[in-house]
């Protein structure tokens, strides 16, 4: 019987504004319904607790969300990952060098995007190559609309189809590799709100605020280090493994 893999694919930063980096990253699972009742669980705690009830109306209208949660509901929704059975992965584009100047130069911002795609999703596919693999995308369209969406579709599902052709071509692979890809909003997909928060960890850890790293950013990144499989810094060239050897946060800050 063939294994069934859960992909959720989403970004930090942007390509094109103020960010310093622009950071793709997605969480892979085998057990997604397990991970949305752990969810559901803290949700119903915040929901009904009277500890959050002044938190409560933002968190209504947001959800889980790195960027508008309280600290408070952003510590315990870091302290659940901890727990959560996934493996992360992320791909880092500093713009502040010539490397992003080069290509911002030279390429679209839809050509960098897919270039970023087939780095971050390749090697994965490689090893689940014989999986059964479903790509969740989240939906960031200005302007959404079916036909946008459908449009959107066909464009990731060309790119992973140009990932599997070189596979097989470098014989890496024996199959044509099976995946299915749909782009969904946070309210379709709540577990996006999984890699969003692990995404803004590690964007954070590199960025910092006001020229240094919050201590509360490092003491979250060190408890989800466990769970990332790898961090591609693509301007620099470097792979960060965190089972062969941990980030050196102040090192990698890129300010």
């Not at 839809?110 to 689940?128: A, T």
């Not at 954070?204 to 961090?231: Q, T």
């Not at 941990?246 to 800050?253: H, P, Q």
Request: net charge positive.
């Amino acid at each position: 019987m063939a294994v069934v893999n859960y992909c959720f694919i989403d970004e930090a930063g942007d390509l094109g504004g103020q960010s310093r980096a622009f950071l793709l990253g997605c969480i892979i699972t085998d057990t997604p319904d397990d991970l949305l009742k752990d969810m559901e669980c803290l949700e119903k705690e915040v929901r009904s607790s009277a500890y959050y009830r002044r938190h409560k109306e933002g968190f209504l209208k947001s959800g889980f969300h790195a960027c508008k949660n309280h600290p408070d509901i952003y510590s315990r929704f870091v302290a659940l990952l901890t727990t959560m059975n996934f493996r992360a992965y992320a791909v880092l584009l500093n713009k502040h060098t010539e490397y992003f100047q080069g290509v911002a130069n030279s390429q679209s911002k839809e050509q960098i995007y897919d270039y970023l795609i087939k780095d971050l999703l390749k090697d994965r596919l490689l090893g689940q190559a014989e999986d059964v693999n479903h790509l969740f995308f989240e939906q960031n369209l200005s302007r959404p609309s079916q036909r946008g969406i459908e449009l959107r579709e066909r464009r990731l599902s060309s790119v992973l189809e140009s990932i599997s052709n070189e596979l097989l071509e470098r014989k890496l692979t024996r199959t044509r590799m099976s995946f299915q890809v749909s782009v969904l909003s946070k309210k379709e997909q709540k577990l996006f709100s999984v890699v969003d928060y692990v995404n803004h960890i590690i964007l954070k850890v590199h960025e910092g605020r006001n020229g240094n790293v919050e201590e509360f950013m490092k003491h979250n990144y060190r408890l989800i280090e466990p769970k990332i499989g790898s961090i591609h810094d693509i301007a620099r060239g470097t792979f960060i493994v965190p089972r062969k050897k941990r980030l050196e946060i102040e090192s990698s800050f890129i300010g």
